[in-house]
């Protein structure tokens, strides 16, 4: 981990309960602004759920929110996480992508019970949908029936034993390329970061064709990132005339979450930057009634 003695006013990588987090939209956005966050984009992992919730509530305090989603690509060998911002949460081929998702996560979570159930931890999928508590199911719904269950002791070693990729509990999601995400984006008015580069990967041969795809920007700023690899990237939006992004990715479930919460970000002159690409994106896009 590191730490920035810089002040963050915009966190744009967070997660609640309508994923895998453990805050609600509402209690996420009180939490941010006893932070003295300016600004938060709430990224849910494949689906807009509390952009419209918020929108339907009409939430009018001093935070700026941002609409946005981390989508699951699965592109060059391994799973990629992209993050969109700004998109119209009513938009069809949005809510198309969304539905996919969220029945693939139910035929994926049903093939780890099965899974499970060949390594000896006979959970059911009854368990798993109840923790899910209605938000598209994942890895760590699973895992918290694990613990609950006694089949580990915590989340860590649920994924450790059972649930990474290659242990006898993981199933995979149906395969969408990330030039699949940036056309569905960029025809919703939207803006796109590469999440987390620093876990995929470390040569820069292997990580350009990733760029290509046609993404907007790169995630500079997350809690995995080091030094070198915070500077690597930075560098690499500015050769390639990228937007930098950042997030502290809360979930609330982790015990360094609070700390990173506030931490990870973009400064004030970075969000300028950011809000005034995202906005003239949106623009651009051809407006059909
Ligand atoms: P899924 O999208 O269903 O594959 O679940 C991935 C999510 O699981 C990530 O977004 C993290 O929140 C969480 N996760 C992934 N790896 C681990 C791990 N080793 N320990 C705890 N949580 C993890
Ligand atoms: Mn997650
Ligand atoms: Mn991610
Ligand atoms: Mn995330």
Redesign the pocket.
């Known amino acids: 981990m590191t730490s920035q003695p810089i002040q963050v006013v915009a966190d744009l990588h967070t997660?609640t309960t309508c994923?895998?987090g453990v805050l609600s939209p509402i209690e996420l956005i009180t939490k941010a602004e006893q932070r003295g966050l300016q600004a938060l984009a709430i990224t849910d992992?494949?689906n807009l759920d509390a952009h419209r919730h918020l929108r339907d509530v009409g939430y009018n305090g001093p935070l700026r929110l941002i609409s946005g989603v981390?989508i699951?690509c699965y592109d060059f060998g391994r799973?990629i996480?992209v993050l969109a911002y700004n998109v119209d949460v009513d938009n069809a081929n949005l809510q198309q992508y969304e539905a996919f998702y969220r029945n693939d996560?139910a035929r994926?979570a049903e093939e780890m019970v099965a899974n499970l159930h060949q390594a000896r931890a006979p959970i059911s999928y009854q368990e798993v949908i109840d923790e899910a508590a209605g938000a598209p199911?994942?890895?760590?719904?699973?895992?918290s029936v694990l613990v609950r269950r006694g089949f580990v002791q915590s989340?860590?070693a649920?994924?450790?034993v059972y649930?990474?990729v290659g242990k006898p509990g993981y199933a995979a999601?149906t395969p969408f390329p990330v030039a699949q995400a940036v056309e569905m984006i960029h025809a919703a008015g939207g803006t796109l970061s590469i999440a987390h580069p620093g876990r995929y990967f470390t040569d820069p041969a292997m990580f350009l064709p990733l760029v290509k795809t046609g993404v907007d920007g790169i995630e500079v700023y997350h809690p995995s990132h080091w030094h070198v690899t915070r500077e690597f990237y930075r560098v690499m939006c500015q050769q390639h005339g990228l937007l930098v992004t950042g997030g502290s990715?809360f979930?609330g479930?982790?015990d360094y979450d609070e700390a990173n919460f506030g931490t990870f970000g973009l400064t004030a002159a970075g969000f300028e930057e950011f809000a005034s690409t995202i906005a003239s994106r949106h623009a651009s896009v051809p407006k059909h009634d």
């Open positions: 997660h994923s895998d992992h494949d981390e699951s799973e996480h996560r994926r199911i994942g890895r760590p719904h699973v895992a989340i860590q649920a994924f450790d649930l990474d999601k990715d979930h479930s982790r």
